[in-house]
């Protein structure tokens, strides 16, 4: 079953907040999966824990996050072309709004978790010099969709495919072109630090 594009993007929510007992992981038996299990192994440690706050849940997952994901790679994917514009004091300060920006809105999406689970697919995919490994999520009402993790020669995670195609890095640089184009690197951290803000003060559902 095809997902629609918002059923897509919550699905990665699932993905990161999907395990206990569900989860069934495969073993692909390649360094390319290393940094999705990784992930994986933290959100469901974190989740055990049972950390409700989402700071608490930023400062847990936060280091694992650095460690699998390449954050400024990922940031200067989000900007797309206009990156090389900027001085690089302004790409560090982009880069490091971003990391607390995306690592909050990944923490924040465990409170919307629901039950499920997911498979790693032995083996990964060549894609252009990076590795792509495949995942299956399963809903908790049986739907499937696919979620696969671009991870570069460094090791990490770089960037997540929703339904084999559906790019996150794309669909955060489509949310960040209209802040850049209105004011710059200043007015795209802006935007960041108040959505990010905005997902803190945000009361959890019971």
């Excluded at 790679?73 to 206009?82: L, N």
């Excluded at 908790?140 to 929703?162: C, F, M, T």
């Excluded at 690197?185 to 945000?202: G, H």
Aim: net charge positive.
């Amino acid at each position: 079953m095809r997902l629609n594009r918002r059923v897509l993007i919550a699905l990665t929510s699932l993905v990161l907040a999907c395990g206990l007992s569900t989860v069934h992981a495969q073993q692909p038996g390649e360094a390319a999966a290393e940094p999705v299990k990784k992930l994986y192994g933290k959100v469901e440690e974190t989740l055990k824990a049972g950390v409700p706050d989402l700071k608490a849940r930023v400062d847990a997952l936060g280091p694992t996050f650095r460690e699998v994901f390449d954050l400024p790679a990922m940031a200067q994917i989000a900007v797309g072309s206009k990156w090389k514009s900027l001085k690089p004091d302004q790409q560090k300060a982009v880069a490091d709004t971003f990391e607390t920006y995306f690592t909050t809105l990944y923490a924040n999406r465990l409170s919307q978790a629901a039950g499920g689970k997911f498979d790693i697919t032995p083996g990964s995919e060549t894609r252009g010099g990076n590795a792509v490994v495949h995942s299956k999520v399963t809903t908790k009402d049986g739907e499937n969709s696919q979620v696969d993790y671009v991870v570069n020669p460094a090791g990490k995670i770089q960037d997540v495919l929703l339904d084999g195609s559906v790019s996150e890095a794309a669909a955060l640089r489509a949310g960040f072109s209209e802040p850049l184009k209105k004011g710059g690197p200043d007015a795209l951290i802006k935007f960041m630090n108040e959505r990010t803000e905005m997902m803190s003060a945000a009361k959890p559902k019971p």
